[in-house]
Antibody, heavy 119, light 105 residues
Framework: EVQAVESGGGLVKPGGSLRLSCAAS????????MNWVRQAPGKGLEWVGR??????????DYAAPVKGRFTISRDDSKNTLYLQMNSLKTEDTAVYYC??????????WGQGTLVTVST | DIQMTQSPSSLSASVGDRVTITCRAS??????LNWYQQKPGKVPKVLIY???KLETGVPSRFSGSGSGTDFTFTISSLQPEDIGTYYC????????FGPGTKVNI
């Protein structure tokens, strides 16, 4: 069973930083493309970015609202995905989901971790 | 960037009704489209992938069709447990979600 467990969420002031982690299991992590998707309170799903597998180049792509502020990385030896978030804004407040793509285009979902950016 | 639209934004139907949701992409995405269900207070779950393939374990009352820019998601006989919000998602290039369709009984 594909599993993803996020951690690291919390309350941070505008302009601050936070690093989220995602421990994944149930699939070959090194072969999977990994995404972060967020959902602001009462709103829809918003893709944040992804990192491809090393065999597919290990490259990253980001959504426009976070490009230049967020960085996705992975540690295949630990089956762990990271999201480094800098220069946080109030509009970044959301539940952040770690979403593996272990087989094909299908996205699977962790339980999410809440990030609140507020004074 | 590819933009996704969905219609309707919400609907209310009776148990046993056929429900149809449409999703439109701003440019040709071939069949690179998935559908997700998010029940209230729960995480999303994939139902349909690559436009028409049914995820393992998903009831056969759910189906998808389409290619290019126009896609359709259908629940052939709405059940009470189908209440929630449905999202389409394109994944080439990048990833974009539609705004969602809220389904009520």
């Amino acid at each position: 069973e594909v599993q993803a467990v996020e951690s690291g969420g919390g309350l941070v002031k505008p302009g601050g930083s936070l690093r989220l982690s995602c421990a994944a299991s149930g699939f070959i992590f090194s072969n999977a493309w990994m995404n972060w998707v967020r959902q602001a309170p009462g709103k829809g799903l918003e893709w944040v970015g992804r990192i491809k597998s090393k065999t597919d180049g290990g490259t990253t792509d980001y959504a426009a609202p976070v490009k230049g502020r967020f960085t996705i990385s992975r540690d295949d030896s630990k089956n762990t995905l990271y999201l480094q978030m800098n220069s946080l804004k109030t509009e970044d407040t959301a539940v952040y989901y770690c979403t593996p793509q272990p087989f094909d285009s299908r996205i699977y979902w962790g339980q999410g971790t809440l990030v609140t950016v507020s004074t | 960037d590819i933009q996704m639209t969905q219609s309707p934004s919400s609907l209310s139907a009776s148990v046993g009704d056929r429900v149809t949701i449409t999703c439109r992409a701003s440019q040709d995405i071939n069949k690179y489209l998935n559908w997700y269900q998010q029940k209230p207070g729960k995480v999303p779950k994939v139902l349909i992938y690559d436009a028409s393939k049914l995820e393992t374990g998903v009831p056969s009352r759910f189906s998808g069709s389409g290619s290019g820019t126009d896609f359709t998601f259908t629940i052939s006989s709405l059940q009470p447990e189908d209440i929630g919000t449905y999202y389409c998602e394109q994944h080439d290039p990048g990833v974009t979600f539609g705004p969602g369709t809220k389904v009520n009984i």
